[in-house]
C-alpha cells in the first residue's frame, strides 16, 4: 500500500560526501516522522536520526555535526547529507516513515528496502 524507495548509495572515500534520498509513494493521506536507520552486518539496527513533520531534527552522536536529514512533504521525500565520512559509516542505509495512509488501515510504519554506502579508499 506504501513503499519507500531509497537511492543515492554506493563507495566514497573518507572524507567524501553522499546524498541519500527516500521517496515514499502508494496510499498516503499524511507523513508524519521520518528517519534513517543504519545496519552493518552482525550489528543491531541502529538510528542514525530522524524529522518530523514541521522539520524538527534528532541525530545519533556519531553523526551529529556530519549529516543532515531533511525532507518535502510535497515529494513524500526525505533526504540524508553525509558530510566527512569515516569508514565506520559504512552500512546498509533504511529509511522509515510513519504513514496514515487513505485506506482503512490507518497509521502504518514503513521500511524502505536499504541502500548500502561504503566510505573505503
Known amino acids: 500500500q506504501v513503499q519507500l524507495v531509497e537511492s543515492g548509495g554506493g563507495l566514497v572515500q573518507p572524507g567524501g560526501s553522499l546524498r541519500l534520498s527516500c521517496a515514499a509513494s502508494?496510499?498516503?493521506?499524511?507523513?508524519?516522522?521520518m528517519g534513517w536507520y543504519r545496519q552493518v552486518p552482525g550489528k543491531q539496527r541502529e538510528s542514525v536520526g530522524t524529522?518530523?513533520?514541521?522539520?524538527?531534527?534528532n541525530y545519533a552522536d556519531p553523526v551529529k555535526g556530519r549529516f543532515t536529514i531533511s525532507r518535502d512533504n510535497a515529494k513524500n521525500t526525505v533526504y540524508l547529507q553525509m558530510n566527512s565520512l569515516k569508514p565506520e559509516d559504512t552500512a546498509v542505509y533504511y529509511c522509515?516513515?510513519?504513514?496514515?495512509?487513505?485506506?482503512?488501515?490507518?497509521?502504518?510504519?514503513?521500511w524502505g528496502q536499504g541502500t548500502l554506502v561504503t566510505v573505503s579508499s
Open positions: 524529522i518530523t513533520r514541521a522539520g524538527s531534527t
Open positions: 502508494g496510499s498516503i493521506f499524511s507523513i508524519l516522522a
Open positions: 522509515n516513515a510513519g504513514v496514515i495512509a487513505t485506506t482503512s488501515v490507518g497509521y502504518l510504519e514503513v
